[in-house]
């Protein structure tokens, strides 16, 4: 079973760049055709998809996000990175990382989440 997990730090300062990282287990993120999503959750909101780099490395980002946002991978560790500049309290969310089938029905796999503070 494929099991996702986040990390990183829980509190940031305003201005500075947001890094997570999605350690997967129990399949590659190389398989076809997978995408590995981020999506975040603001406290009281509901959920809002970043971005998610695809299993042969193209990367895709919310048009909202995209001047912020930048998704990396690393196939020797199996992980998948986010990165946020210029952060506000307002990027204050919960952040998940999840895998995309790519069938259009969604997320068929997720992490727990870890809630990122944005704060002085």
């Known amino acids: 079973q494929v099991q996702l997990q986040e990390s990183g730090p829980g509190l940031v300062k305003p201005s500075q760049t947001l890094s997570l990282t999605c350690t997967v287990s129990?399949?590659?993120?190389?398989?076809?055709?997978?995408?590995w999503s981020w999506i975040r959750q603001p406290p009281g909101k509901g959920l809002e998809w970043m971005g998610a780099i695809a299993y042969e490395g193209s990367d895709y980002y919310s048009p909202s996000l995209k001047s912020r946002t930048s998704i990396s991978r690393d196939t020797s560790k199996n992980q998948f990175s986010l990165q946020l500049s210029s952060v506000t309290p307002e990027d204050t969310a919960v952040y998940y990382c999840a895998r995309d089938p790519g069938t259009g029905y969604g997320m068929d796999y997720w992490g727990k989440g870890t809630l990122v503070t944005v704060s002085s």
């Open positions: 129990g399949g590659s993120i190389t398989t076809s055709y997978y995408y």
